[in-house]
T-cell receptor, first 115, second 116 residues
Framework: GAGVSQSPRYKVAKRGQDVALRCDPI?????LFWYQQALGQGPEFLTY????????KSGLPSDRFFAERPEGSVSTLKIQRTQKEDSAVYLC?????????????FGPGTRLLVL | AQKITQTQPGMFVQEKEAVTLDCTYD???????LFWYKQPSSGEMIFLIY??????QNATEGRYSLNFQKARKSANLVISASQLGDSAMYFC?????????????FGKGTKLSVIP
């Protein structure tokens, strides 16, 4: 596709439910990033993949958060036993090869609301 | 640790005027990149402009230019000839070199409102 796509765009979950958020990066992009953006804040890093390898998961806030990219393209961010504080916009970004000066292209985000 | 500071929560500018959005950064790494993104109400982060720490000249992209003052650790975004469609949140971000991790560190953003 032309850009990064994410689904669903909006998700409402009851506290305690599991959710799965999907990211489809730009075709051919090796690097994939997940960020969390709380209301009124800038995005914060969650995790980073290079192809199928998860090279950095230092930003995941708890072991309830899990991400995978099994075939090096589509990625899924899973949140187990959702809590109210998980309510945020989850942004996915991809870049060609991950170089320092390389632009990360973002998707439209998934807005998660946990009730 | 890396840090980005955007001290202007909100800014107003008259249509067709120029506006400067401030950004200061803090890092001990000599090799880094600075980015500006625009986030309209739709939520998508749109890349605007990039400046590398070793670049000799200030970056420009159409109506956007980056006023890079390395000694002061500032990377202000200048938007010339503002348009109504420029109304959005603007984020400054930094990326440092480092084995295994290439994430962006973002500031809190500045909300720009263009007045007709």
């Amino acid at each position: 596709g032309a850009g990064v796509s994410q689904s669903p765009r909006y998700k409402v979950a009851k506290r305690g439910q599991d959710v799965a958020l999907r990211c489809d990066p730009i075709s051919g992009h090796v690097s994939l990033f997940w960020y969390q953006q709380a209301l009124g804040q800038g995005p914060e890093f969650l995790t980073y993949f290079q192809n199928e390898a998860q090279l950095d998961k230092s930003g995941l806030p708890s072991d309830r958060f899990f991400a995978e990219r099994p075939e090096g393209s589509v990625s899924t961010l899973k949140i187990q036993r959702t809590q109210k504080e998980d309510s945020a916009v989850y942004l996915c970004a991809s870049s060609l090869s991950g170089g320092r000066g390389e632009t990360q292209y973002f998707g439209p985000g998934t807005r998660l609301l946990v009730l | 640790a890396q840090k980005i500071t955007q001290t202007q929560p909100g800014m107003f500018v008259q249509e067709k005027e120029a506006v400067t959005l401030d950004c200061t950064y803090d890092t001990s790494d000599p090799s880094y990149g600075l980015f500006w993104y625009k986030q309209p109400s739709s939520g998508e982060m749109i890349f605007l402009i990039y400046q590398g720490s070793y670049d000799q000249q200030n970056a420009t992209e159409g109506r956007y230019s980056l006023n890079f003052q390395k000694a002061r650790k500032s990377a202000n975004l200048v938007i010339s000839a503002s348009q109504l469609g420029d109304s959005a949140m603007y984020f400054c971000a930094m990326r440092v070199s480092g084995a295994g991790s290439y994430q962006l560190t973002f500031g809190k953003g500045t909300k720009l409102s263009v007045i007709p």
